[in-house]
């Protein structure tokens, strides 16, 4: 009883105890809503001057979390542009005289000559001279050593008589030509000079896609000119081309633009603005660079040697999507699917077969097709080689020797690298199978026309027959010809199923 008497009022007691907390906290929790709706009533009515107490009572404790999305902020540019932008120049070139397309002079050609509709269907491809005129354009470049030396592209100084560099001081140079390499679009010039500032070269492997870079240059003739992008893609391989694993880019590139030095975010260049892509010949958000280690190889053999030497395999090569890969039964979509192999070439002597996938070329692995090229023409000619490929779902190792390319061979614009270098043609033999599909025995099919032959309307596909009414079956029989030729040669030259001479002027 006494327990049962005692333990009301001991209840009674502490109910009371938390009656008293309870209510004061309750008290406490509604003057903070007061405060905290004096505080909006008070800022609602205009009244700024709020007590810093009550809006720290209010205000809630900041967040962090360890989690928190990476946000991307705005790239400062400007120490770069401030540091390497007076390596980076203007390139003015005067060229050779231009010929009147054929269209512009119809009324001078005799319609009684049967060679007239020949001219005619050539169009402004093959040109006859009417009024010479003086061809100028601009482009960029940047100095790659303090005593001169300049890297560009080749195609801004193609066909160039005078070439003019201009730094950012206005100091302006007549530049020589080293060497270009076509199949690179990389040329070497240099200007005497010296302690001049030069460039930082980076790394192209070590670039990612998302990264922000910089392209200076002069677009449009608006010298040392700055946009920035991204890396948009790696590796990229455009049509007609074959060796060079392009960086692409969203950076605004324009004419002018080319031969002019991509940055990374450390100020290094990585690549050499080349391309763009575009419909309307202006910027379309997608541009080209060429990898700077790509330039940097073909400018040390332009250099030492005044051209360029490559190996090649004798095959090609495609790339390698998600359904390839199931059907060649490989692990992941990657390497370089072989769709076809030239007789008696390298591949075809070292066992390469239609259908194999090339996984690794001398330990280096092929992850796109584009890898593929560039490794083979790094390989010094009659060097023996692994391969590793995947045929019919096994691994399989084969050994071959990449053999020079005979067309590289004669693509320098070097004056001094022989006599071929007057046609500024690169040639090859015709195959058997295209020998009767011409209809022709012998001669030589251009890969590239650049000088003279540019100039007269030579072009990419043309069969060169005869030199002076000397039949022509192969490249050192045609460079022993103009060894020997006087100023002014005539090449008898075939385009479908059409013939006819075509004069060179090789000066």
Partial sequence: MLCASSNPSAKEHSMSRQTRQTFIRSAIAIAVLVVAGGTYLHSKNGDIGIDNANAAIVAPAPVVSNTAPAVAVATDFSGIVERAGPAVVNISVTGKAKQSAVSDQDDELDPNDPFSQFFKRFGPQLQIPRHPQIMRGEGSGFIISADGLILTNAHVVEGASEVTVKLTDRREFRAKVLGSDKQSDIAVIRIDAKNLPIVQIGNPALTRVGEPVLAIGSPYGFENT?????????????????????????????????????????????GINSQIYSQTGGYQGLSFAIPIDVATKVEQQLVKHGKVTRSHLGVSVQEVNQALAESFGLKSAAGALVSSVDKGSPADKGGLQTGDVILRFNGQPISHSSDLPSLVADTAPGTAS???????????????????????????????????????????????????????????????????????????????LSLNGKPVNSVEQLRQLVSKAGKNVALLVQRDKDKIFVPLNLG
């Fill in 226 to 270: 700055a946009t920035a992008g991204i890396v948009s893609a790696k590796s990229r391989s455009l049509p007609d081309d074959t060796y060079v694993p392009f960086i692409q880019t969203d950076v605004a590139v324009n004419p002018g633009n080319s031969g002019g030095p991509l940055f990374n975010i450390k100020g290094e260049v990585i």
């Fill in 386 to 464: 692994t391969i590793e490929v995947v045929r019919n779902g096994q691994p399989k190792t084969l050994t071959v020797k990449p053999t020079e390319a005979e067309a590289v061979k004669t693509a320098s614009n070097d004056e001094g690298a022989g006599s071929q270098a007057r046609l500024g043609l690169a040639l090859r033999q015709l195959s058997p199978d295209e020998q009767q599909q011409v209809g022709i025995h012998g001669g030589l099919v251009v890969e590239d026309a650049s000088g003279p032959s540019a100039l007269a309307g030579i072009q990419r596909g043309d069969v060169i």
